[in-house]
């Protein structure tokens, strides 16, 4: 401490005189100055403890200390503002002061006083102070004040003392270089401080920076790397892409193109630099090509063009190109990306669905039907060619709902229902209605709907055609006036008829045939008709109807049918098969037509005809005994004649002896006469001379079988006939021959009238005999003959039968005979025998004929 | 041998006496069979009239005699014209000659298609002369 240097505390005009001046007691004063001394021991001791602390400390400690030292009422003091804090006020109050303010009223005063003002000219004087006297005494701290002040108060009015003042200097001195120390430190801290904070500032700022700069240089890695990843990606993209991209410089020139283009021209991509040169586009699009390049490049528009380029395998194909610029942050054209689109086929596609929609709209009006397609509400959108020209009516017309006038009056309602009806179903549906042509005629139509739906399976279109059915109407018209017809004519016709299905089983019945028989339709169908038949007839029909149907060929049959009222009937049973296109049978027709009175006219007729037969025979004898009677009547009558005439004459007067001997004589003539007629017959009778003439034996056999054959049959005799084709024509009296096989057959039936237990069989068959003779044989299952009978048989008047005459096979050997043939008889191995004839057959010449007096019938030749 | 023969209408039998009432009466015998032509007129005359013998009814009709005729001695069958028919032609001529027929058929059939009609007589041949002579008489008797 500098005491030499420091000068005193305050104005000169402000220093107050020293005490001692004023005559005060020397121990007093030196205990005084001791005190003083003490003090100042005490203030020089200060900064010791004020090292290193704030300055509000230090004038804390200053304040507290110089109010204990002087005693002081109050004491203010003001440090003022400094870099590192703002202007801070300390106030003490001591416990001796007596104005009865409180330091914020003591505070606000000395504001009062010295605020604002200079500080240099701070008034030294005793105030009024709450009632009391105050010396109020500024002290300034560093020069000029410029660190702060600090103001004294105290009651006394000699403050300061001398030596108060004193102390007051070196307290404000050492106070002053404290808290200019303190200000300094402060401000050295405060400084060091900023600079700690700057430099931490700035290295913070430093390091986030550096942070900063590693994250961007990380993230420069990561997006370079990206970066490169995303070119890898951009390439693989761009090669993915299925298209052609090249990127464009600014001035059009190629940069890169992607896989696709060097795959699609064959070329490198340096090649592809002179796309605009070459043939890679099509010489017709080039110049189209190149002007709307160009004009894209200039005014930086969308590029947009079809062309077609140049394949590596030399084929051109339909492209779509399309180019657009990649601007920078300024909108600055960087580059142009280009994608070319392969649409060659859908190019082909469009002309395809073009030339089909054309096609289709052809055909739509070629389909020989009329079509049309309304919307899903009903109104018509549209109507093909067809219908126009046929109803005549205008698509303007006719589109909406003007169709309707196109339709029969009668016909609408129901149609407009239907529609209505269709439409709210959603299903396919259709109505026959009448349109009118466009000459007013009116046909049947069928009108038929279907809906078209979309993927959501809404309705959004009903398509219909209008077919005309006229014709088909009029020919199910006329089928159905048929089947009436047919229905009719069934039910009609004198018949019973009937239908059965391949099997035999009855599908049908007509009315007669209910009528008749009295049966229900139930109790004629399958195979209950059965029993409507006698039960004698029905195992043969049965038997008979199962064989037809086996063999798929028309049969027929007769049989007794019962009729309503339990009487039966002959009926003829026919069944015809009705078959497929492969010809297997698909149902069976038939008739039953009631024969009854024809088979009984057949039975009498057969009756009329065996008694005509037997008459015959008894005519022809009874003809033959005529015959003789009349031949030999005629001499007989002559003589009786002649003999009455010569017994007159006789008896005459005179008598007429020469008509009596005339008329004798005529009696003897006419007697002999008489015996030449018996002679005659007689020879007429046996040996009658036969007409040999050309004949077929098989006709001649037929002929008689033909007659027989009902009377054969009547006893249950089956006659099988076997006449041999090609046989040469015999020669033989036809009428003759005819009574000899008659004769035969007559023979073999009578020869089985008694068999019982097997078949009653006759078969007679004809066949070449030793070359130029024909034979033919009658074989029976009969009774037979022993060999003792063989050689009697032929005899005359040899019989076995009750009621035989015997003359037939002795009358049919010598007709045989006269025939240059031959009769004989054989035992059959089985039961029964055969008898046959052989006649010679007709020579080549005829030489012989005229010898024999045959007589040559002309339609010989043709037998 | 018995021989019927039918009497129509209840005349009265004829003898011999009643032949001079007809003298001179032309009996026509038709008849195809040669030995009746031979020998029926001689007993006809010896009976006392006159005779003529045809052999078919067609040389009959065209022979001249149909009017002279008194009574005609007819055979029925005959070819050509029969004996009935011969009947039918003289009715349809209005020349009914009493007929007596004469044949060797001794049919049913005939005999009584034959007697519907008017007859003098009907006889089976042979026939005896006064069986003869009777249907004669009766003939010419008038019907």
Redesign the interface.
């Known amino acids: 401490m500098n005491f030499g240097n420091v000068a005193l505390a305050g104005p000169a005009h402000t220093r107050r005189p020293d005490m001692q001046a004023q005559g005060e007691d020397p121990v007093q004063e030196i205990k005084r100055l001791q005190r003083c001394i003490n003090d100042l021991v005490s203030l020089l001791a200060l900064p010791a403890v004020w090292s290193g602390n704030e300055p509000s400390h230090i004038v804390d400690v200053l304040l507290d200390a110089l109010l204990r030292m002087l005693r002081l009422d109050f004491i203010y003091a003001r440090l003022e503002k400094t870099v590192a804090a703002a202007p801070t006020e300390f106030m003490r109050v001591g416990d001796s002061c007596k104005c009865g303010l409180e330091s914020q009223e003591i505070q606000s005063k000395l504001g009062q006083w010295f605020g604002g003002g200079s500080r240099e000219s701070l008034p030294l004087n005793r105030n009024r102070l709450g009632g009391v006297d105050i010396s109020i005494f500024p002290l300034p701290l560093g020069v000029r004040g410029d660190i702060g002040v600090i103001i004294l108060g105290s009651e006394r009015a000699d403050f300061p003392a001398q030596t108060e003042s004193l102390l007051l200097s070196v307290a404000a001195n050492q106070a002053s270089f404290a808290l200019q120390e303190a200000r300094l430190l402060n401000e050295q801290k405060l400084v060091s401080s900023e600079l700690d904070q700057r430099v931490a500032q700035r290295t913070s700022e430093l390091a986030a920076a550096n942070e900063e700069l590693r994250k961007e240089i990380a993230e420069r890695r990561r997006v370079e790397h990206a970066l490169r990843g995303s070119e890898q990606s951009l390439r693989l993209i761009l090669d993915g892409i299925a298209g052609l991209v090249a990127i464009m410089g600014t001035t059009g020139e190629v940069e890169a193109v992607n896989r696709q283009v060097l795959d699609y021209f064959g070329r490198s991509a340096e090649e592809m630099k002179g796309w605009l040169t070459g043939d890679a586009v099509h010489p017709d699009d080039l110049p189209g090509v190149i002007s709307a390049w160009r004009h894209s490049l200039e005014t930086v528009s969308p590029y947009d063009i079809d062309h077609r380029m140049r394949r590596v395998d030399g084929a051109y194909r339909w492209f779509h190109a399309r180019g657009l610029p990649l601007r920078d942050a300024e909108g600055q054209v960087l580059r142009w990306y280009v994608l070319l689109t392969d649409i060659d086929d859908r190019r082909h596609a469009e002309e395809a669905l073009r030339a089909s929609e054309g096609k289709l709209q052809r055909v739509i009006d070629a389909i020989p039907t009329l079509a049309w397609c309304n919307l899903p509400d009903g109104p018509n959108e549209f109507l093909n060619k067809r219908w126009h020209a046929y109803t005549g009516l205008s698509p303007e017309e006719a589109h909406g709902w003007g169709w309707q006038t196109a339709f029969h009056p009668e016909d609408l309602p129901p149609l407009m229902k239907k529609w209505q009806e269709i439409m709210l179903s959603g299903e396919q549906g259709e109505i026959e209605a009448r349109l009118r042509r466009h000459d007013g005629v009116y046909r049947w139509f069928l009108i038929r709907a279907a809906p078209f739906r979309d993927e959501t399976g809404a309705i959004i279109r009903w398509y219909g055609t209008s077919t005309d059915i006229e014709d088909r109407k009029r020919a199910e018209d006329a089928v159905l006036a048929n089947e009436r017809n047919l229905g009719l004519i069934i039910s009609t016709m004198p018949a019973l008829a009937w239908s059965a299905y391949a099997d035999g089983n009855v599908d049908f019945v007509n009315q007669r045939w209910l009528d008749y028989t009295g049966l229900s339709p139930a109790q004629a169908q399958g195979w209950a008709w059965a029993r409507a038949f006698h039960p004698d007839d029905l195992g043969r029909l049965n038997d008979y109807w199962l064989s037809t149907i086996a063999a798929g060929q028309p049969g027929e049959i007769e049989a007794r049918l019962r009729r309503f009222d339990g009487q039966y009937r002959w009926f003829l049973f026919r069944a015809s098969p009705l078959r497929n296109e492969s010809g297997a049978v698909i149902k069976w027709y038939g008739t039953n037509t009631d024969i009854d009175d024809r088979k009984r006219a057949e039975e009498e007729l057969r009756n009329a005809h065996s008694e005509l037969a037997r008459v015959m025979r008894v005519m022809t004898m009874g003809q033959l005994t005529a015959s003789i009677a009349h031949e030999v009547n005629q001499p007989l009558s002559g003589i009786i004649t002649n003999a009455s005439t010569c017994l007159r004459m006789l008896d005459a007067d005179p008598p007429n002896l020469e008509g009596a001997r005339e008329t004798a004589r005529r009696t003897i003539r006419d007697g002999h006469r008489a015996s030449d007629v018996v002679t005659r017959l007689r020879t007429l009778y046996s040996k009658k001379e036969p007409t040999l003439e050309p004949m077929d034996l098989n006709e001649v056999a037929r002929e008689v079988t033909a007659l027989s054959s009902t009377e054969i049959q009547k006893n249950g005799v089956t006659l099988r006939q076997e006449f041999a084709d090609g046989l040469p024509p015999a020669l033989g009296d036809r009428i003759q021959l005819q009574q000899v096989i008659l004769n035969l057959l007559r023979n073999g039936a009578d020869a089985m009238s008694t068999i019982n237990d097997r078949p009653r069989e006759l078969l007679i068959w004809t066949e070449r005999h030793e070359g130029n003779q024909i034979q033919l044989s009658v074989k029976d299952s009969g009774v037979g003959f022993t060999h003792e009978v063989a050689g009697k048989i032929f005899e005359a008047f040899y019989t076995t039968k009750g009621d035989g005459m015997g003359i037939g096979l002795s009358v049919s050997r010598s007709i045989i005979e006269a025939h240059q043939g031959r009769l004989w008889a054989t035992p059959n191995d089985g039961p029964g025998c055969t008898f046959s004839f052989a006649i010679p057959c007709t020579p080549k010449g005829l030489a012989d004929s005229a010898s024999r007096g045959r007589r040559v019938d002309s339609s010989a030749d043709a037998a | 041998m018995d021989i019927p023969y039918e009497m129509p209408h209840c005349f009265a039998m004829q003898s011999r006496e009643g032949r001079g009432r007809n003298q001179h009466a032309l009996l026509s015998v038709v008849d195809d ?1 040669e ?2 032509r ?3 007129p ?2 006809i005359k ?2 006392g009239f006159a005779a003529r013998a045809f052999s078919s009814a067609e040389e009959f009709l065209s022979s001249g005699s149909v009017d002279e005729t008194s009574c005609l001695i007819l055979d029925i069958a005959m070819p050509g014209m029969s004996g009935p028919e011969l009947q039918q032609e003289l009715k349809r001529r209005g020349r009914e000659i009493p007929i007596i027929f004469i044949t ?4 049913e059939t005939t005999r009584a298609r034959v007697l519907k009609q008017r007859v003098a007589g009907f006889l089976l ?5 006064t069986d003869l002579l009777a249907a004669i008489n009766t003939a010419l008797q008038g019907i």
């Open positions: 069979d030995s009746v031979e020998s029926l001689d007993l010896e009976f060797g058929q001794r049919d041949k042979p026939f005896n002369d």
